[in-house]
């Protein structure tokens, strides 16, 4: 059942990333991906994107860019991290930004701080100039792409010197017991919950698929380091199976 592994770092993935299928696939259970979210990491995913915003070390004025934001949750976290800051979430999928965008006006509406824009672009070819962001994060979105060492290199490409790319992302346990129980959640747990829930099995089928494909937390350092970044850290997260990996462009 497990994929083949990647070469470190060379982009040549084994599963299907063809863009369009990854859109349609997230365009399919948009409006049910928060609730799946919550149920998949039994609630802790908050807590978990409230680390990768603090990790952005963001200061009041500064840009932040959160790509592959989905239904905007990182993009709220920097928000909330930072209300003085200018915080952009990028998607590809419209379905997942009208769900980001109906979610920051209802934020609007209680008063909450909210992201600047949510923006319609491919994280492979960001329209940005270079240095511009003081932090750019990702929060469960390279695992989708199929160039993850462009993916890092475009998002280093748009952090100003010193700034921080922080990713947060699921990753291959370390250990053998940590291994088998999320080998059992992911393999069975989520995919029943995914069909139960979004009426669409395949597109949770795909999770444990793409993190056995994906490099291990070691490799995607690695990754970050050969796209340019220094001081390329990681701590795992979430019973060892969510690292948060943090690098920062040489000032
Ligand atoms: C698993 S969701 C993560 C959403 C959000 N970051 C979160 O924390 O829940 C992955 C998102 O990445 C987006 N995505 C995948 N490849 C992309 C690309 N090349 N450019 C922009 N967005 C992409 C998908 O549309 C999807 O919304």
Same mark, same amino acid.
């Given at each position: 059942m497990a994929s083949p592994r990647p070469a470190? *770092?060379? /982009?040549?993935?084994?599963?299907?990333?063809?863009p369009s299928r990854i859109e349609a696939m997230f365009g399919d259970i948009a409006s049910r991906y928060d609730l799946m979210n919550r149920l998949m990491t039994a609630g802790l995913d908050g807590r978990w994107r409230r680390m990768a915003a603090s990790e952005a070390r963001l200061s009041p004025g500064g840009e932040a860019l959160d790509v592959c934001? *989905?239904? /905007?949750d990182l993009a709220f976290s920097l928000v909330e991290a930072c209300p003085a800051c200018a915080v952009t979430g990028l998607d590809f999928t419209p379905a997942m930004l009208a769900r980001a965008r109906e979610k920051a006006a209802a934020r609007a509406r209680r008063g909450d701080p909210v992201p600047h824009a949510f923006l319609e672009a491919d994280l492979l070819d960001l329209p940005f100039d270079d240095g511009r962001f003081a932090a750019v994060t990702v929060g469960?979105?390279?695992?989708?792409?199929?160039?993850v060492p462009r993916a890092f290199a475009e998002m280093a490409r748009v952090t100003r010197p010193g700034g921080r790319v922080v990713c947060l992302e699921s990753t291959l346990p370390s250990t053998s017991w940590s291994r088998r129980f999320h080998a059992l959640w992911q393999g069975c747990v989520v995919p029943t919950l995914g069909r139960l829930v979004s009426g669409d099995r395949s597109a949770y089928s795909y999770l444990p698929a793409s993190v056995a494909a994906f490099p291990g937390a070691d490799e995607l350092a690695a990754v970050m380091s050969r796209a340019g970044l220094v001081r390329v850290r990681y701590r795992r997260l979430g019973l060892d199976a969510v690292a948060l990996h943090v690098g920062e462009a040489p000032a």
């Open positions: 470190p *770092g060379s /982009g040549d993935l084994p599963l299907d990333r063809e934001c *989905g239904t /905007g469960w979105g390279v695992r989708n792409v199929p160039d």
